[in-house]
């Protein structure tokens, strides 16, 4: 990573001609210098093809879902309730409601995975990748609530009333609470991931998303919005300016809501097709469609994707739900695993079937199978990258100005997505330097830096990195909460037991 | 059994013509005033991931301004006036959370003040005075 500062300190000085080479020259040093480091976390299993984090990230939410008896379908009606306002003391008004803590933390979530992730997925794993990624979606939704429960419970208050949670603050209490060893350590190690996940993929991989659409749709280089994009985050979190962050707070729910509608629409004009991309997604799922690694490949490119999409089990959520003040943390619990089943089993799962339904992957007429390009990708029609190019043009045949709404969507996105996670990197930052504001202005300096690094940088090796750095924090998160997961099952067991009698009323 | 006027106080023009307006009708009747401040809070609105965790610290100052600085000089004057005065802080709708403090402290009148709002947004959104009109769970007296 020094070398990446280096090679820019030293660019940055040449004027605009040289933009071109600067951007080349990022390039080769940020894929030299993280190469390493993206082997070491997407190692393969031992004689398998399945990369070991994603069996990892896999393996947690199965034993979640199955240790707390399939929590998420049995508390989904639960958490709508809770969300609603059922449960809220009127009294306890002006605090943070069950659904603020749902949309900021979603704001995180959703954005770019939902639109720029799925369309990676599909034209690697084919249309098979999205049965996987439904899947993962739903299992994931107990590894959510379980990291969020032990986020509320373990996190710290201030006397000026401010509070600071996550994984790391419940890994250090937690494991001591419960004579464990070892257990600063991983939170330690547990912040060092968060901070360059934040860096990753809540940044760089934003970035470099944003900065792709906006050239191809406007034709603007991506330095320039690099720079641009650096600069307004800047203005935010270093410059104080909140008027910017809370004007897209309220854009970007819209956009959410809008990007839903928009694909819902393509999805209806297309309802005869709704059956046919279905059995894609089955035939995909269970057989060789003709993809790098048949279906094995299908389901690693499936998990990965949700699990980039949704973050569950990363921990990052447990850092949003954490500063919410409610007196019960299995509440937020619930709250929480209603995240994945909105980013991925809804909002994910809407793209993956705009782009196989608007025909966008080529498939072989006599053979039934993809047509794979040069480089191990689905060859698609428009002849576009992965990422939301393909989301791009699936949308826009349908919608000629759908393009144009969505480099702005993807624009907002990014921007509101590196907020929240600039939030995470600055909990991680400061739980390992102390709180602080000069503490603080460092890491934000370092965030906005990245940005520019993560626009002009290519697709591959942004990507990569931004996973590795992502399924990095699982690394930790998803050991502490097997130590802790009988902490959660006490506070579930309570909770149940006293909503049944009534001690937890409903207010509505 | 005494009377409670429920009076909405929030340090504007309109709602001191309503507590001077309620304040002479206590001083004739007897009754106890309830002075309430209700801050604009909605549980759906977008908060970013920093706001959530600054909630409760800004909450705090906002109901200690509220407290000390709109409710508590009038509590002061009113008290010294011989008045039985009572205070009090909440978030929600306005209108809606007036009608709950009525029944919840067994007011027997609301009085608020009417700001005059005219046109556009008055009528996309109403105005507290107007909602009270309709909705007030006892008699509501709107002070121009």
């Known amino acids: 990573m020094k070398y990446a500062f280096a090679a820019l300190a030293a660019a940055s000085v040449l004027a605009g001609p040289a933009q071109a080479s600067l951007a080349e020259q990022v390039d080769a040093v940020f894929a030299a210098s993280t190469t390493w480091f993206v082997n070491l976390i997407f190692a393969n299993l031992p004689g398998t093809g399945v990369p070991w984090i994603v069996g990892w990230l896999v393996a947690g939410a199965v034993v979640f879902t199955l240790y707390f008896g399939f929590i998420q379908f049995r508390a989904f009606g639960h958490a709508l309730q809770i969300v609603r306002g059922k449960y809220s003391d009127p009294k306890d008004a002006g605090e943070v409601s069950p659904f603020q803590a749902l949309t900021a933390a979603l704001s995180g979530t959703v954005g770019l995975g939902n639109i720029a992730g799925v369309a990676v997925a599909v034209s690697i794993g084919g249309a098979g990748a999205t049965f996987w990624m439904i899947l993962a979606g739903l299992l994931g939704m107990a590894s959510k609530f379980t990291e969020c429960t032990l986020g509320v419970k373990y996190r710290n208050e201030y006397p000026d009333g401010t509070v600071s949670g996550g994984p790391m603050y419940y890994i250090k209490k937690g494991f001591a609470e419960r004579g464990l060893p070892l257990g600063g350590f991983m939170a330690v190690m547990f912040s060092i991931f968060c901070v360059l996940g934040s860096l990753g993929g809540g940044n760089m991989f934003q970035a470099n998303q944003a900065a792709s659409q906006v050239s191809s749709v406007l034709g603007v280089p991506t330095w320039i919005t690099g720079l641009v994009l650096s600069g307004i985050v800047f203005l935010v979190i270093v410059g104080g300016i909140k008027s910017i962050a809370r004007v897209t707070e309220k854009v970007v729910p819209f956009m959410g809501g809008g990007y839903f509608l928009v694909g819902m629409s393509i999805l209806i004009l297309n309802w005869d097709m709704i059956g046919w991309a279905f059995s894609e997604i089955i035939r995909g799922a269970f057989t060789d469609s003709g993809i790098v690694g048949g279906m094995v490949g299908a389901i690693i490119q499936g998990f990965r994707r949700a699990a980039f999409s949704n973050e569950a089990g990363i921990g990052s959520a447990a850092i949003a739900h954490s500063a919410v003040r409610t007196k019960e943390p299995i509440s937020e619990g619930f709250v929480s695993l209603l995240e994945p089943f909105i980013d991925t089993v809804i909002i994910c799962t809407m793209t993956a079937l705009v782009i196989i339904i608007t025909q966008q992957l080529l498939i072989d007429a006599n053979t039934g199978m993809y047509i794979l390009g040069e480089n191990g990708r689905i060859a698609n029609v428009e002849g576009v990258g992965a990422g939301v190019p393909l989301t791009s043009a699936a949308f826009g045949s349908a919608f000629g100005w759908a393009p144009y709404a969505l480099s702005l969507a993807v624009f907002l996105f990014a921007f509101s997505t590196m907020i929240t996670w600039s939030y995470y990197g600055v909990k991680a930052w400061t739980y390992m330097f102390g709180e602080g504001e000069a503490k603080e202005l460092v890491f934000k300096l370092i965030f906005c830096f990245f940005i520019f690094v993560g626009a002009v940088t290519s697709l591959d090796a942004v990507i990569d990195f931004s996973d590795a750095a992502l399924f990095s924090m699982a690394i930790f998160n998803i050991i502490a909460l097997y130590f802790l997961m009988p902490i959660v099952k006490r506070e579930l067991n309570s909770y149940l037991l006293r909503l049944k009698s009534g001690q937890i009323k409903a207010y509505k | ?144």
């Open chain 2, 1 to 144: 059994m005494s009377e409670t006027y429920l009076i909405a106080f929030d340090g504007s023009a309109a709602s001191a013509r309503a507590l001077t307006f309620g304040a002479e009708r206590a001083r004739a009747s007897g009754a106890r005033l309830l002075l309430a401040h209700v801050l604009e809070w909605s549980p759906y609105s977008f908060l970013s991931a920093e706001e959530v965790a600054e909630r409760h610290k800004r909450r705090t100052e906002e109901v200690g301004r509220a407290e000390t600085v709109i409710l508590e000089p009038v509590r002061k004057k009113l008290t010294a006036q011989g008045l039985s005065v009572e205070t009090v802080v909440r978030y929600g709708h306005v209108a809606e959370v007036l009608c709950d403090l009525a029944t919840e402290y067994g007011a027997t009148q609301i009085i608020v003040g009417r700001t005059g709002e005219k046109g556009l947004q008055a009528r996309l959104f109403g105005s507290v005075a107007g909602t009270l009109a309709q909705a007030a769970p006892v008699p509501c007296t709107i002070v121009p």
